[in-house]
């Protein structure tokens, strides 16, 4: 069965230094992979998508940026974080084409 | 912009009553799909409703779409107090698109 593993589960960082949450899936290929901020109460907002490594697409411009290393793998990084980064990041993984979405736990960012 | 909007923003109900969400969307959608997201978790996939279906059924879920009215409702039968959490409603458009577009979300107590 396929799973996804996101972490670190929660982070706490300070103004300005550097970020990176990871994402890996596993018991599949070739998957769309997808970065979501959740701001408190609100619904998801996507920030990245890649349908193939090294194949990034972004919704959002912003001081963040992704990575898509390995068919398997996929990093939200930032070189200087904002206050306003501060949220919810989910992951998710799809079958090619019209499927559901599967999801990570998520990662709880704090900035200070 | 956000497609889909889900009402009510929130809903509080007695353990064994019925819950009832709606969603409703803007433009012309291929298939319509429901997620649940516990306090602090990943969303999990219900239920997918395609655009040529009008009502689905998952265990104690019922789902039906009008695609005239441009929108959909998840009715939650016999609801328990597992059931408390946020339900979205995500839309996906035609064009080749498959990146859903979620909505707020309704955050549902059921009180046991």
């Known amino acids: 069965s396929q799973t996804i593993h996101q972490w670190p589960a929660t982070l706490v960082q300070p103004v300005g230094s550097p970020l990176s949450l990871e994402c890996t899936v596993e018991?599949?290929?070739?998957?769309?992979l997808y970065w979501y901020r959740q701001a408190a109460g609100r619904g998801l907002q996507l920030l990245f998508y890649?349908?193939?490594?090294?194949?990034i697409s972004s919704e959002v411009p912003q001081n963040l940026s992704a990575s898509r290393p390995q068919d398997r793998q996929f990093i939200l990084s930032s070189k200087k974080l904002l206050l306003s980064d501060s949220g919810f990041y989910l992951c998710?993984?799809?079958?090619?084409?019209?499927?559901?979405?599967?999801f990570g736990d998520g990662t709880r960012l704090s900035i200070l | 912009s956000q497609q889909g909007e889900e009402d009510p923003q929130a809903l509080s109900i007695q353990e064994g009553e019925n819950a009832t969400m709606n969603c409703s969307y803007k433009?012309?959608?291929?298939?319509l799909q429901w997620y649940r997201q516990n306090s602090g978790r990943g969303l999990v996939h219900l239920i997918l409703?395609?655009?040529?279906?009008r009502e689905k059924h998952s265990g104690r879920l019922r789902v039906t779409l009008d695609t005239s009215k441009k929108s959909s409702s998840l009715l939650i039968t016999a609801s328990r107090a597992a059931d408390t959490a946020s339900y979205f409603c995500?839309?996906?458009?035609?064009?080749?698109?498959?990146?859903?577009?979620f909505g707020r979300g309704t955050s549902l107590i059921v009180h046991p």
């Open positions: 998710a993984w799809s079958v090619p084409g019209d499927q559901p979405q599967h």
């Open positions: 409703i395609r655009s040529n279906e």
């Open positions: 433009t012309s959608i291929n298939n």
């Open positions: 890649s349908v193939g490594i090294g194949q």
């Open positions: 995500a839309t996906r458009s035609g064009g080749g698109s498959y990146i859903p577009t």
């Open positions: 018991g599949t290929s070739n998957p769309n």
